[in-house]
């Protein structure tokens, strides 16, 4: 998934500079432009941005009360000082942001500043399920959790709503057995993963307009780019399901 960053600077040449930089990457995706202090705060609370470019000498607002409240919105939220000068408190600035890079000379670095910042990001987790009735509801909570911290936009998250559903409630039914939910997040793709300890292979059903199950794999097959299992020597199996950041933005 892309890094999404939100600009604050006062000087539109200066957005526009950092907007290009990031666009010849490929890894990002500018979500946002603030002009000043009131429009990052607004601006961070509504897009929830992986990372908040900030200048510190913004017209409006001083720039650490700006960081102040960005950090009380979201503090898993970056921010990344952009400045044409150096602070006077260079220690104590440190302490509060994820980097500082000067204007003048350090586009570049800001740039791979960023990427390493966005490579941070939490890419990896999973649930264990008991096999009770209750366990697609409980893999939802948890799904939805996870993408709202990874930043996953609305109509995305519905479809791995739906597609964990599906593969959580063919454990329950058919391998009769807990289950491990895993979700994994790269550059390339979503994945989701179910292991089971039953037998059997997870084969689509072909349609009827009679039967009212056996429809779940169908629907698995439309919302994503990929999906199939792999026997696990110690028994069971994973199911999993792939889909692409093309489909994710």
């Known amino acids: 998934m892309p890094i999404r960053v939100l600009l604050v600077d006062d000087v539109p040449d200066v957005r526009r500079l950092v ?4 666009r010849f990457r490929g890894a990002f995706t500018v ?5 000043n ?10 897009l929830r941005p992986d990372i908040v470019v900030l200048d510190i000498g913004l017209p409006d607002l001083a720039g650490q009360e700006v960081l102040t409240r960005i950090r009380a919105l979201d503090p898993a939220t970056k921010v990344v000082v ?7 408190d260079v220690a104590g600035l440190a302490a509060r942001v994820d980097g500082y890079a000067l204007k003048d000379s350090q586009l570049d670095y800001l740039v791979e500043l960023l990427e390493s910042l966005g490579e941070r990001r939490p890419s990896q987790t999973s649930r264990h399920l008991d096999g009770s009735v209750t366990n697609a509801r409980d893999a939802r909570v948890f799904t939805r959790q996870t993408l709202e911290e990874w930043r996953i936009p609305d109509d995305v998250v519905d479809d791995v709503l739906l597609v964990v559903t599906e593969l959580v409630n063919n454990a329950v039914t058919h391998a009769q057995s807990g289950s491990e939910l895993r979700l994994s997040l790269t550059s390339t793709s979503l994945r989701v993963e179910v292991i089971d300890e039953g037998s059997g292979t997870p084969d689509p059903l072909p349609p009827s307009s009679t039967r009212n199950h056996g429809r779940g794999l169908h ?13 696990i020597e110690a ?15």
Do not use: C, H, N
């Open 235 to 249: 028994g069971g199996k994973m199911v999993w399901a792939e889909l692409l950041p093309s489909s994710a933005q």
């Open 219 to 231: 629907l698995i097959d439309a919302l994503t780019a990929a999906w199939g299992y792999e026997p």
């Open 19 to 22: 907007r290009t930089a990031l």
């Open 31 to 35: 979500v946002g432009e603030a002009a």
């Open 37 to 46: 202090g009131t429009e990052a705060i607004a601006l961070t609370e509504e």
């Open 82 to 88: 952009f400045s044409g000068t150096e602070p006077r």
